[in-house]
């Protein structure tokens, strides 16, 4: 999908050279999964001692190979 949006260059530049990313493309997708993932552990993080996250430390692990797995095929399909 293309999107039209208006960033600060040197913002992006800087994003570009602390992430390592070659492209700005490459640089906004990194930034975009990194947001992704810190709200998801916030989330958890604001779970945690409430009773509604009744998992144990292997079905965590099971979930977070599940994620990578389909995140990854996602990432793959967008390149």
Request: hydrophobic share 45%; proline share 0%.
């Amino acid at each position: 999908m293309k999107t039209l949006i208006d960033v600060n260059e040197d913002t992006l530049k800087r994003a570009m050279i602390l992430s390592g990313a070659i492209t700005k493309k490459e640089a906004i997708m990194l930034a975009l999964e990194e947001l992704i993932r810190a709200k998801l552990r916030q989330r958890l993080k604001q779970m945690a001692g409430s009773g509604s996250l009744d998992m144990k430390l292997s079905d965590l692990k099971m979930l977070r190979q599940k994620r990578t797995k389909i995140h990854n095929g996602l990432l793959a399909k967008n390149k």
